[in-house]
């Protein structure tokens, strides 16, 4: 399936903007779209359960138990990845 770019960057910019405004990012210009949230201390375990109602809430979408999985939540393209497959 083909997917337009314009989707895909304006997951990413919500989902970048939630974490900064959410979240302590000492250098926030070095927050990239493949930036490990866990390995870079941005989010930790609690943080995980805050963007999960960020996506439930913001993308009308619902996160199952099976999907906590680090590749669909560890990065922002990785949910900005995920929120595609789900609405679609």
Known sequence: M???KE???TYRKQVRDFLVSNFFIAETN???FDTSLLDQGV???TGVLE???F???TFG???EDSELLPENLDSIEGIAQY???KKN
Do not use: A, F, Q, W
Request: aromatic share 0%.
């Open 61 to 63: 979408i619902t996160v």
């Open 55 to 57: 996506i439930e809430e």
């Open 83 to 85: 929120v595609i497959r």
């Open 30 to 32: 070095l927050l990239e």
């Open 7 to 9: 989707p895909l960057d």
């Open 2 to 4: 083909l997917l337009t």
């Open 51 to 53: 963007v999960i109602g």
């Open 43 to 45: 989010i930790d375990s």
